[in-house]
Antibody
Framework: QVRLVESGGGVVQPGRSLRLSCAAS????????MHWVRQAPGKGLEWVAI????????YYTDSVKGRFTISRDNSKNTLYLQMKSLRTEDTAMYYC??????????WGQGTLVTVSA | YVLTQPPSVSVAPGKTARIPCGGN??????VHWYQQKPGQAPVLVVY???GRPSGIPERFSGSNSGNTATLTISRVEAGDEADYFC????????????FGPGTKVTVL
């Protein structure tokens, strides 16, 4: 079955960088677009970014444009999110999710990012 | 594009819960619903207005018309207590996926 496992979260100071990873298994990773979705503590869901199946197209929510970069390595079945110039408002649980016709049909368990001095 | 949901809905066991999701002409969009229990990742329960993923009980159903989409949970069980989020893809923006603020369903 589909399995998505995020890693790389932790505590980081404002202005620093962090890279998240999402290891995929149980499906043909190179055939699907992939997303990052985040959830601040006690808040709702916020879409962050999407990358197409082959990595040729990438889109971001406005608040992370120019700071976050989504990428993938289909040879390793892994999705990434490089986060730079982190802000306190980026504190959240970050989920990777599989794209399916403009919705998210499978989710990982999430990795927590805390931005704090 | 903005989606609205009531913060909470309460329902007795065995009864029917209806969770609205409002948006301008949302009936022209495809609406998807996610269930999230405390400390867990979201789970897709309805896609494309009324589709039900494999493994989701038939008690979960959806509809969409005009300015309101609705997730209906029939014969509510204690295990249905969770947050529920609606979601659409906003084609007017730069490839934007929009979530509603979420509704907490409490089983009395």
């Amino acid at each position: 079955q589909v399995r998505l496992v995020e890693s790389g979260g932790g505590v980081v100071q404002p202005g620093r960088s962090l890279r998240l990873s999402c290891a995929a298994s149980g499906f043909t990773f190179s055939s699907f677009g992939m997303h990052w979705v985040r959830q601040a503590p006690g808040k709702g869901l916020e879409w962050v970014a999407i990358i197409s199946y082959d990595g040729s197209n990438k889109y971001y929510t406005d608040s992370v444009k120019g700071r976050f970069t989504i990428s993938r390595d289909n040879s390793k079945n892994t999705l990434y999110l490089q986060m730079k110039s982190l802000r306190t408002e980026d504190t959240a649980m970050y989920y990777c999710a599989r794209e399916r016709l403009r919705y998210f049909d499978s989710w990982g368990q999430g990795t927590l990012v805390t931005v704090s001095a | 594009y903005v989606l609205t949901q009531p913060p909470s809905v309460s329902v007795a066991p065995g009864k029917t819960a209806r969770i609205p999701c409002g948006g301008n002409d949302i009936g022209s969009k495809s609406v998807h619903w996610y269930q999230q229990k405390p400390g867990q990742a979201p789970v897709l329960v309805v896609y494309a207005d009324s589709g039900r993923p494999s493994g989701i009980p038939e008690r979960f159903s959806g509809s969409n018309s005009g300015n309101t989409a609705t997730l209906t949970i029939s014969r509510v069980e204690a295990g249905d207590e969770a947050d529920y989020f609606c979601q659409v893809w906003d084609s007017s923006g730069d490839h934007s996926y929009v979530f509603g603020p979420g509704t907490k369903v409490t089983v009395l």
